[in-house]
T-cell receptor
Framework: GNSVTQMEGPVTLSEEAFLTINCTYT??????LFWYVQYPGEGLQLLLK?????DKGSNKGFEATYRKETTSFHLEKGSVQVSDSAVYFC??????????????FGRGTQLTVWP | DGGITQSPKYLFRKEGQNVTLSCEQN?????MYWYRQDPGQGLRLIYY???????QKGDIAEGYSVSREKKESFPLTVTSAQKNPTAFYLC???????????FGPGTRLTVT
């Protein structure tokens, strides 16, 4: 079946520190992979995506590379800001049969950045 | 502007009452979804609909019901059979082409 495992938080960093949030997945077929961000009290916003192996998604200084050999999609940012404080969700899109179109989410990782 | 609206943002109900949460989208998306979010548990899928007049149960459908009479609207009813209804509810929509889901701002339901 399809599932996503992401590192548990919370993650606390100082401004300008390097960020990595680990995400690994289990899937049938060839899923697409996503990172979403949720600011307090709001819905989720798409941060970046990758649709096939070795694709790199990037947005707002965040990057993630679709690694089929390690079934991973780790989120990275070279220098975080206070405004990056949020909850980050890794997700995969089912690609076959009854799971087509569904998103499967990890549990989310709370990131807090201190000035 | 195109987007997804959910209303109200906060909703309070007494135990034993049914309550309906609204979700409307003007993105012309075929598929719509309802999720429940609890602290530390991520998002769990309640129901989804790929097309008008059709919907499927997600992972935690018990105690919930939906309808999809119009492409733009996918209301969720939280019935009195739902044992623990207090949560943050998120609606989303997507197109088959990209698979990206777009989320509404959410409704926080409190049942006492």
């Amino acid at each position: 079946g399809n599932s996503v495992t992401q590192m548990e938080g919370p993650v606390t960093l100082s401004e300008e520190a390097f960020l990595t949030i680990n995400c690994t997945y289990t899937a049938t077929g060839y899923p697409s992979l996503f990172w979403y961000v949720q600011y307090p009290g709001e819905g989720l916003q798409l941060l970046l995506k990758a649709t096939k192996a070795d694709d790199k998604g990037s947005n707002k200084g965040f990057e993630a590379t679709y690694r089929k050999e390690t079934t991973s999609f780790h989120l990275e940012k070279g220098s975080v800001q206070v405004s990056d404080s949020a909850v980050y969700f890794c997700a995969l899109k089912g690609s076959r049969g009854s799971t087509l179109g569904r998103l499967y989410f990890g549990r989310g990782t709370q990131l807090t950045v201190w000035p | 502007d195109g987007g997804i609206t959910q209303s109200p943002k906060y909703l309070f109900r007494k135990e034993g009452q049914n309550v309906t949460l609204s979700c409307e989208q003007n993105l012309n998306h075929d598929a719509m979804y309802w999720y429940r979010q609890d602290p530390g548990q991520g998002l769990r899928l309640i129901y989804y609909s790929q097309i008008v007049n059709d919907f499927q149960k997600g992972d935690i459908a018990e105690g919930y019901s939906v309808s999809r009479e119009k492409k733009e609207s996918f209301p969720l009813t939280v019935t009195s059979a739902q044992k623990n209804p207090t949560a943050f509810y998120l609606c989303a929509s997507s197109t088959p082409r990209t698979g990206e889901q777009y989320f509404g701002p959410g409704t926080r339901l409190t049942v006492t």
